[in-house]
T-cell receptor, first 114, second 116 residues
Framework: ETAVFQTPNYHVTQVGNEVSFNCKQTLGHDTMYWYKQDSKKLLKIMFSYNNKQLIVNETVPRRFSPQSSDKAHLNLRIKSVEPEDSAVYLC?????????????FGPGTRLTVL | AQKVTQTQTSISVMEKTTVTMDCVYETQDSSYFLFWYKQTASGEIVFLIR??????ENATVGHYSLNFQKPKSSIGLIITATQIEDSAVYFC?????????????FGSGTQLTVMP
């Protein structure tokens, strides 16, 4: 099966803890992304990663960092979570070889910070 | 910077009717791509349909079609013969090349409820 996979589905933690979310794509894409979706369903790009080049949305706090071992994996680490980090985190991928660079999304990881 | 605006927060329609969801965009680019995505209740986001700015013909895929009005910077999504399972949040998006990477700029979404 070719798709974008994310683990875990849900994560509940306390303020100040470190969390890490995994993302893997089996679509052969060369670019991966992390989005944050807030309680109002607004989708905001956090990072994109292509050919070892990381593009960071300047509004993303420094406690967030992406980690990639290869072009099929892009994990997201949050060093010390804050209450405002409660959201759904969505991973996506696309191919620069594709004219339209359509993005395919994973199912998301719902983070709750107590 | 590009911007995508969806002013309709929610729409309710009866099953088997036609619904149109609005989207306007801002861009300085002469050539661009516009997309519509659907997010189901489970949270899954799936690609529905796209429009190339240089194509005059409105894109159509299944019971989804687009109303592309370039002079108005508008790209409406039309769903004909709506079904209960079309109930979802629909996002309009534009592709932007920023800092060496293609990114999607999303609108705020429109919640569609299809009633029996």
């Amino acid at each position: 099966e070719t798709a974008v996979f994310q683990t875990p589905n849900y994560h509940v933690t306390q303020v100040g803890n470190e969390v890490s979310f995994n993302c893997k794509q089996t679509l052969g894409h060369d670019t991966m992304y992390w989005y944050k979706q807030d309680s109002k369903k607004l989708l905001k790009i956090m990072f994109s990663y292509n050919n070892k080049q990381l593009i960071v949305n300047e509004t993303v706090p420094r406690r967030f960092s992406p980690q990639s071992s290869d072009k099929a994996h892009l994990n997201l680490r949050i060093k010390s979570v804050e209450p405002e980090d409660s959201a759904v985190y969505l991973c996506a991928s696309s191919s620069t070889r594709d004219t339209y660079a359509e993005q395919f999304f994973g199912p998301g990881t719902r983070l709750t910070v107590l | 910077a590009q911007k995508v605006t969806q002013t309709q927060t929610s729409i309710s329609v009866m099953e088997k009717t036609t619904v149109t969801m609005d989207c306007v965009y801002e861009t300085q680019d002469s050539s661009y791509f516009l997309f519509w995505y659907k997010q189901t209740a489970s949270g899954e986001i799936v690609f529905l349909i796209r429009q190339d700015s240089y194509k005059k013909e409105n894109a159509t895929v299944g019971h989804y079609s687009l109303n592309f009005q370039k002079p108005k910077s508008s790209i409406g999504l039309i769903i004909t013969a709506t079904q209960i399972e079309d109930s979802a949040v629909y996002f309009c998006a534009m592709r932007e090349f920023s800092s060496g990477s293609w990114q999607l700029i999303f609108g705020s979404g429109t919640q569609l409820t299809v009633m029996p």
